[in-house]
């Protein structure tokens, strides 16, 4: 089925104002036209903006019980609707069906969680001098701009439009052009939920829509996920008045210690390294493997990897595009030039889709750019060191600090590599894939503004809320 997508801007849908489209096709069967849907611009993101201005005061006097119950809805509503998402979802983005499985009933869970900060979201009383009263409240910072990109289509931006929502903000939201039908659905499902129209935009396409949303100064947050270069191009666009939230790029290491069960080892490498087709901000990209251990380790990781099998009801699905399975045969290219050992994979498989073999290397070194720079596919390079103290250098010798992890039996090299690892997630014998839904998520340097974190901790709300500090003396 071909699906005619639309924008949803000031309570209805409709096309782009300037009536082109795009295409999005299925990364498995490219010939498989998933639908046609809005290439917006900049008077699409300006209505939008409109009309969310004129209904923000709205959004925000609604009682939170009553913002907690929509996204309490809108969570059952997707979980009524699972198996067509988890079909759509594999036929758009190019998951397995077990990952497609996983990310539409982690979707619902989040929206349940996000629904409680709506109650819970408050203030403090202060210490004060006699009978004055010092007390600070929490209000709605305004219109926030969702940018997501298309690896978890309805994951992240659940993340991200949930607390939102619950602290009484209206959203834009601008899905990746990869993914808008994952992004519509989830816009769906917050109005058949109970939303006000009027307190959601979804604007869909690609950059010049993104730098729109990023650009109009009556969008006072933006909450991007995405590639370190588009998120440094939003923070430019933001300047001192407005807030921004980045989470963006990775260079995840894993360093297995001389102690390491190496089939253990082998087994969380391939699932962090290979899982989502290597199309996770924080997949492994880098083993760091003590002497003792690396050419044993070497072998049983490519091992396991000729072992995966490829397709929907398999080990592993397409890459999402064209451009990714370019960017990927490209890098392999890159590896092969500088000097490293293919051990196996680096080839495209079969013609009829963005289907690859993935890629193992060895004998590479530090400056090497598939060390160094952000493939985001199926690719992972082994670096051999003679100590722990090496590899941790190495491990933190990157412009990147998302994920590393560390495998090892021994209690105090885990805690000596947590403690000294410059990363905003620290794995200890599991893959550097995967968190919590309660636990803060972001990262170090170049992989987050470091600023506000997202997902869940203690200052979840902050970034969707204003503080304000009032004074109040009982007597006149």
């Not at 210490?127 to 305004?142: C, D, H, I, W, Y």
């Not at 690719?379 to 933190?396: H, K």
Request: charged letters at 20%; aromatic letters at 6%.
């Amino acid at each position: 089925m071909t699906i005619e997508g639309a924008n949803f801007v000031d309570g209805a849908w409709r096309p782009a104002a300037s009536g082109r489209t795009f295409e999005r096709r299925n990364p498995a069967d490219p010939s498989d036209l998933i639908g046609t849907f809005p290439l917006s611009g900049a008077d699409d993101v300006r209505a939008a903006v409109d009309g969310l201005d004129k209904a923000a005061p709205e959004w925000a006097a609604t009682p939170p019980e009553r913002r907690a119950a929509v996204l309490e809805s809108a969570a059952a509503q997707l979980e009524s609707r699972a198996s067509d998402l988890i079909a759509e979802l594999v036929r758009e983005e190019g998951k397995t069906i077990a990952e497609a499985t996983t990310e539409v009933s982690r979707t619902p869970m989040n929206l349940r969680f996000y629904a409680g900060e709506a109650t819970r979201t408050a203030g403090q009383t202060l210490p004060a001098a006699g009978t004055n009263l010092v007390f600070t409240l929490r209000e709605p910072v305004g219109i926030v701009g969702a940018i997501t990109p298309w690896n978890f289509p309805l994951n992240i931006p659940s993340r991200k439009l949930g607390p939102a929502l619950a602290a009484g903000n209206p959203v834009l939201f601008k899905p990746s052009e990869l993914t808008p039908l994952m992004g519509q659905r989830l816009v769906e499902a917050l109005l058949a939920g109970g939303l006000p129209p009027t307190a959601i935009a979804l604007v869909q396409g690609a950059g010049e829509a993104g730098a729109a949303v990023a650009e109009d100064p009556r969008v006072v947050a933006v909450t991007f996920t995405g590639s370190t270069e588009v998120g440094r191009r939003i923070h430019s666009r933001i300047g001192p008045d407005r807030r921004v939230q980045l989470e963006m790029g990775g260079k995840n290491p894993v360093v297995v210690a001389a102690d390491a069960d190496l089939d253990r080892a082998a087994a969380l490498i391939v699932k962090g390294a290979f899982g989502l087709s290597g199309q996770a901000c924080t997949g492994t990209s880098r083993v760091i493997a003590l002497d003792a251990v690396h050419d044993e380790l070497a072998q049983r990781v490519a091992a396991r990897a000729e072992a995966l099998t490829l397709g929907h009801d398999a080990d592993m699905g397409p890459l999402a595009s064209a451009a990714q399975l370019e960017k990927f045969l490209s890098y392999v290219r890159i590896g092969l030039n500088e000097g490293a050992t293919l051990r196996c994979g680096g080839i495209r498989a079969g013609d009829d889709g963005y289907f690859v073999r993935p890629a193992v290397f060895t004998d590479t070194r530090p400056g090497m750019r598939i060390v160094r720079e952000e493939v985001f596919g199926p690719l992972v390079a082994f670096q051999r060191v003679a100590s722990l103290d090496e590899a941790i250098e190495l491990a933190n010798a990157t412009e990147y600090g998302l994920a590393a992890a560390i495998v090892t039996s021994d209690l105090a090299v885990a805690t000596d590599f947590a403690h000294r690892v410059r990363s905003g997630l620290v794995k200890v014998n599991q893959p550097t894939t995967g968190m919590a839904m309660n636990a803060p998520f972001g990262g170090y340097k170049a992989s987050s503004t470091g600023t506000f974190k997202e997902q869940a901790g203690p200052s979840l709300m902050e970034f969707y809320t204003a503080e304000k500090t009032v004074y109040l003396n009982p007597t006149i």
